[in-house]
């Protein structure tokens, strides 16, 4: 089996078509666990969920702290496998043989899936390219790109680091440490709405700043606030 964790806030419209599109790309749907942790939605998010064949958990406390919903669909995972998946990212083709083809090398403690935007205009052709560059040099992927792991070494390094931004970065720096990160060059399609709500430059200055303070060993906690309120759904 592999366990699909989902963070949500205010997802009402996308997390259906996410969870059905997520079972429609798996080989064998039967194996699939999803769990989506809920971080205080004021929307209908919980009501749409209820209603699909999946775990849920409403939990307010975890409002702009991802890591807090990542570790708690962690901790209620089966599987030997975890998948983080973002609610607006849609995993390609027959993710789970995918992941389990690479998981067969006892070396590798898991990676990622090549990223893409949906529908990009050149600007975000141009990012796409620059990320895709950036992670074949330091294997560092983001949360955007569907980061799997297995579940004991999750265990082992006490599950995703207690970061308030920029936690998928700081879990392949630990997972990195017990083993081999895998680039799996399937694409997923992530939402560009981030780029397009507030500006593709902007948001890209401020992601390249918070990678360079992440490689320097700075603090990149206290801009946390700036982009919660930014990024979360009202």
């Not at 998946?85 to 590798?108: C, Q």
């Not at 799997?148 to 070494?153: D, G, L, Q």
């Not at 709500?197 to 303070?213: C, E, T, Y």
């Amino acid at each position: 089996m592999i366990s699909v964790i989902i963070p949500t806030l205010n997802e009402e419209e996308s997390i259906a078509a996410i969870i059905e599109h997520t079972t429609s790309m798996a080989a064998d749907r039967d194996l699939l666990e999803i769990i989506v942790v809920d971080a205080g939605s004021t929307d209908g998010t919980l009501d749409v969920v209820s209603e699909l064949s999946v775990q849920s958990f409403d939990k307010p406390e975890f409002s702009m702290k991802k890591y807090e919903s990542l570790n708690f669909g962690f901790k209620k995972a089966c599987a030997d496998i975890v998948l983080f998946l973002d609610a607006d990212t849609r995993l390609p083709h027959h993710f789970d043989l995918l992941i389990l083809e690479k998981m067969e090398d006892s070396r590798v403690v898991g990676g990622a899936f090549e990223f893409s935007f949906e529908n990009p205009d050149w600007k975000l052709q141009a990012f796409t390219l620059v990320n895709r560059i950036r992670y074949r040099l330091d294997k560092t992927f983001y949360g955007d790109q569907a980061i799997f792991a297995r579940r004991s070494v999750l265990q082992a390094i006490g599950g995703v680091p207690h970061k308030l931004l920029m936690e998928a970065a700081y879990l392949c720096k630990a997972l990195s440490k017990k083993g081999h990160l895998a680039l799996i060059k399937s694409k997923i399609e992530t939402s560009p709405r981030r780029f397009v709500d507030h500006g593709p430059f902007k948001v890209a200055w401020f992601d390249i700043n918070m990678f360079i303070r992440f490689n320097l060993g700075l603090p990149v906690d206290r801009y946390a606030h700036l982009y919660w309120s930014k990024n979360l759904k009202e």
